[in-house]
């Protein structure tokens, strides 16, 4: 069953999936005048408090999932670990957006770096690892300087093993979560990302490029427009609309870059969906990165994605940031943003905080650790990181 080419105004979006980025994409939604459908594993779920109707199960659950299907006009999601059997389920009577095959490629670190490849994307040097002999190969064609990851469910710095010498190797646990992916560690100057709407007439729109800096591999700091040349800018803009034609993408994607000693660009990995690192865009452009989703998953036009301010955005991460709140409150130029979450443990993501600047304005290191104020957690004498 096909929806219709434009979804109007009344029509009901269906969200698997109810974490912040659920929640942010049904508000979105709302001011389309879209009625928002989620489908979650759990009743108290941040999306939960904003959308009109939720329904719990399994993400596997057929039944559960055709009834939820029958109850909404088009299927979309808001992270990559749901079933894509359930999925499957899905496309038999609605139109899923991003597709299923997309989701798939994004799912399994192989599936995603061969399917790059194929694109013709330059990636960092990687092996995949299915047993221990697989990994003495990896060893021998990358050398003592690799990261392990596991091909699925990874995040924020999760299911990770650092080897950066013999001796890594050797403490490495004797049973490992196999399989996993080899990647060379590279030198690179900085990481960036693209978020590239597509919708469903194949036009493209990539929000500026954006900057990011890790703590704990865990995203701390996206700034908007990344401080790079224009030309390295246009760069990683036509990677991301490479990607997302090459994959036949419909909604938003992040696609997430390194920039090798040379000026390379390489990329790390995709997401199909909204994305941590553009939340700046809640602020700094009058249609966000998750109006541009919901826009491309309705099929309607797919606006300029400008921006009228520079941005920075900081994670509020686990228990120690959340007592920063009531200060973020009393502090002007701060747009606090929080997701609903009961619990603030070590680690999870409670919400953000952005910041903005008159276009062209965004400022170095001193002038953002003054801007941040107790939210800055860099050193703005350092200088040893490149922003």
């Known amino acids: 069953m096909r929806a219709a080419l434009s979804l109007r105004p009344g029509a009901t979006i269906g969200i698997i999936g109810g974490g912040q980025l659920g929640r942010m994409s049904a508000a979105a939604a709302a001011r389309l005048g879209f009625h928002v459908h989620v489908y979650a594993t759990h009743a108290d779920c941040p999306a939960s408090e904003v959308a009109r109707h939720v329904s719990i199960g399994a993400y596997d659950d057929a039944e559960a999932l055709r009834a939820f299907a029958s109850r909404v006009d088009v299927v979309t999601f808001e992270f990559e670990n749901v079933s894509a059997a359930g999925l499957a389920v899905l496309e038999e009577l609605r139109v899923v957006r991003p597709s299923r095959d997309i989701l798939e490629v994004s799912q399994d670190r192989i599936i995603e770096k061969t399917r790059l490849s194929e694109?013709?994307?330059?990636?960092?040097?990687?092996?995949?690892?299915?047993?221990?002999?697989?990994?003495?190969?990896a060893v021998e064609a990358l050398g003592h300087h690799l990261i392990l990851k596991t091909t699925r469910l990874g995040y924020d710095g999760k299911g990770?093993?650092?080897?950066?010498?013999?001796?890594?190797?050797?403490?490495?646990?004797?049973?490992?979560?196999y399989p996993l992916v080899a990647e060379g560690v590279i030198a690179f100057d900085r990481e960036l990302s693209v978020m590239v709407a597509r919708g469903t007439d194949g036009t493209t729109r990539c929000f500026d490029v954006t900057q990011n800096i890790h703590r704990n591999g865990i995203l701390d700091l996206s700034l908007a427009p990344a401080p790079i040349p224009s030309e390295l800018a246009d760069r990683a803009t036509r990677l991301a609309t490479r990607v997302a034609d090459g994959l036949g993408l419909v909604g938003i994607m992040g696609v997430e870059m390194f920039v090798d000693a040379e000026g390379a660009l390489l990329v790390n990995?995709?997401?199909?969906?909204?994305?941590?690192?553009a939340h700046w865009t809640m602020n700094a452009c009058l249609v966000d990165q998750f109006e541009m989703h919901i826009r491309a998953v309705a099929g309607l036009p797919l606006p300029p994605a400008t921006r009228h301010s520079d941005a920075a955005m900081?994670?509020?991460?686990?228990?120690?940031?959340?007592?920063?709140?009531?200060?973020?409150?009393?502090?002007?130029?701060?747009?606090?943003?929080?997701?609903?979450?009961?619990?603030?443990r070590p680690g999870r993501k409670m919400g953000h905080v952005n910041i903005i600047f008159p276009r062209g304005s965004l400022p170095g290191r001193v002038g953002l650790a003054a801007?941040?104020?107790?939210?800055?957690?860099?050193?703005?004498?350092?200088?040893?990181?490149?922003?």
């Open 160 to 177: 990770q093993f650092r080897v950066l010498s013999a001796d890594d190797l050797t403490a490495l646990p004797a049973e490992l979560p």
């Open 269 to 277: 990995e995709i997401a199909p969906r909204p994305h941590n690192s």
């Open 371 to 387: 801007a941040l104020g107790p939210l800055a957690d860099f050193d703005p004498e350092d200088g040893s990181e490149n922003f």
């Open 119 to 137: 694109i013709g994307v330059a990636l960092a040097p990687w092996r995949p690892v299915r047993n221990r002999k697989e990994l003495d190969a």
């Open 314 to 344: 900081k994670n509020l991460i686990g228990p120690d940031d959340m007592t920063l709140c009531d200060m973020i409150f009393r502090t002007p130029g701060q747009s606090l943003h929080l997701y609903g979450k009961a619990e603030a």
